[in-house]
């Protein structure tokens, strides 16, 4: 593809402050299980974003086609690489829309194993013209469920702060009503796509300024798609990233990952040839016709030859109604390569069966998966040493068999071999032939007496 001269734009991400969420992570006894409940947050949570590469990566966005354009490439963040990263599938029914009515103070209490009386005011408030919850009371729910020990009230409380703060940072120490929506909703994957890519659109109109996502998974997901030598000591001493980024060419890029789904890809909705994205801030498409390659398939056109369509719309500023259109698309979901299918129906699961492990909080923790480690290869050591015995045993058994066959087919040869001498000395005795002639043929004139 042609590349074009781009002018520099100044962005920034919003950095929310992760030092108690960290804390609370430490509080957490069971990561495996919290994983299984919850996804991948806690790796999320630690994850170091570079200075400067997702600065320099939103310099690439191609407002027409809705992904990262390159030199000789495009990178296009998907609903299935998202979902993997963050180890939540797309579940069924519609994403979040911003049309749901507002839960239920009940709904609410039960979820967070709070009162009643806890969602009242200094507690639950409005900021900004919306409702909720502030992280001053959220902190002290979480902290006081961690000391008392109540290991489900305190994920549960521990969870929406990471929703609020983290993956759904709108405004600091408060986590707002579209948080919660989401939380209990538990399908944040296409939101949290759909909030990446609108942002950087917004942002990319405005020519710069402030970018509100989960700017960590945004990282994840671009970092798992480049070499390792991006990040190597080699390439530390240069300057900037785009002298680290800009020479890449297609054969250096990461295209696929295992653990992603490659099969059941949204390809497209409803009256849509892409796919309707829904976040906080409005609403957007994505085309997963350019991913191709991130799926393991060859392109099936130039990127300017494809249909795409690039509607967006902001949340205050919907006049053509997109967000009632992108609603309605979502009820007739098609994969990529036409196999239609309609809701309700798991979407996409992308989480492996063999779920990545949790490195190790702790000496203790490191020190008893070492030994359970140890053990482990001392059980397979001894099942080898079983299997291999017994192959042994086996072995010999086919070599006695062996052995006792060829020895009969000796025997069998010799006996063979007297029958024959026999029967010959006996046809050497004129009476015996005459009766051994005369059973098949009957009598001969030259033996009648």
Not at 65 to 89: A, M, N, R
Not at 134 to 145: E, G, I, N, R, V
Request: charged content about 25%; glycine content about 6%.
């Amino acid at each position: 593809m042609d590349s074009k001269t781009r002018s520099i734009k100044k962005y920034t991400f919003k950095k929310p402050d992760l030092t108690r969420l960290r804390e609370l992570a430490s509080h957490v006894t069971n990561p495996r299980k919290f994983q299984e409940r919850h996804g991948r947050l806690l790796d999320l949570l630690k994850v170091k974003v570079e200075d400067g590469i997702l600065e320099t990566l939103v310099q690439f966005y191609d407002p027409i086609c809705h992904c990262f354009t390159f030199p000789d490439y495009q990178l296009v963040p998907t609903l299935e690489e998202y979902s993997f990263w963050i180890g939540l599938p797309v579940a069924e029914g519609g994403p979040f829309n911003g049309l749901e009515p507002n839960p239920k103070t009940a709904t609410i209490v039960e979820a967070l194993h709070l009162k009643p009386s806890d969602l009242v005011h200094p507690h639950f408030t409005i900021k900004n013209n919306l409702q909720g919850l502030t992280a001053k009371f959220l902190y002290q729910k979480a902290s006081d469920f961690a000391k008392a020990k109540k290991t489900n009230a305190f994920e549960s409380v521990f969870t929406l702060l990471i929703y609020g703060l983290f993956l759904f940072p709108n405004m600091d120490k408060f986590v707002d009503l579209n948080a919660i929506k989401i939380f209990l909703a538990k399908n944040p994957v296409p939101i949290l796509l759909a909030n990446t890519y609108h942002s950087i659109h917004y942002r990319n109109i405005q020519e710069g300024g402030l970018i509100v996502c989960c700017a960590p998974l945004l990282y994840r997901w671009y970092a798992s798609h480049l070499p390792k030598s991006v990040f190597s000591k080699e390439n530390t001493g240069k300057d900037s990233w785009s002298e680290r980024i800009m020479p890449l060419t297609p054969a250096d890029i990461v295209w696929v990952h295992a653990g992603t789904n490659t099969e059941g890809i949204i390809g497209s909705c409803g009256e849509f040839e892409n796919v309707p994205l829904i976040g906080t801030y409005g609403g957007i498409t994505y085309n997963p016709t350019l991913a191709m390659r991130q799926y393991g398939y060859p392109m099936k056109g130039r990127p300017d030859s494809l249909s795409l369509s690039k509607e967006f719309y902001l949340e205050k500023n919907d006049h053509a109604s997109l967000r009632m259109r992108f609603v309605q698309a979502w009820h007739s979901v098609s994969t990529a390569f036409g196999m239609p299918y309609t809701l309700p129906r798991l979407l996409s699961s992308t989480v492996p069966e063999i779920p990545l492990p949790l490195l190790p909080q702790t000496k203790e923790e490191y020190q008893g998966r070492l030994a359970e480690a140890e053990r482990e290869i001392h059980r397979w050591k001894k099942e080898y040493q079983k299997k291999d015995q017994e192959y042994e045993a086996v072995m010999g058994l086919l070599e006695q068999e062996a052995y006792n066959s060829r020895k009969k087919d000796v025997i069998i040869a010799k006996l063979n071999e007297s029958i024959k001498e026999k029967d010959a000395a006996l046809d050497r005795m004129p009476r015996r032939k005459k009766k051994r002639m005369d059973l098949f043929d009957g009598p001969h004139s030259d033996f009648e007496d």
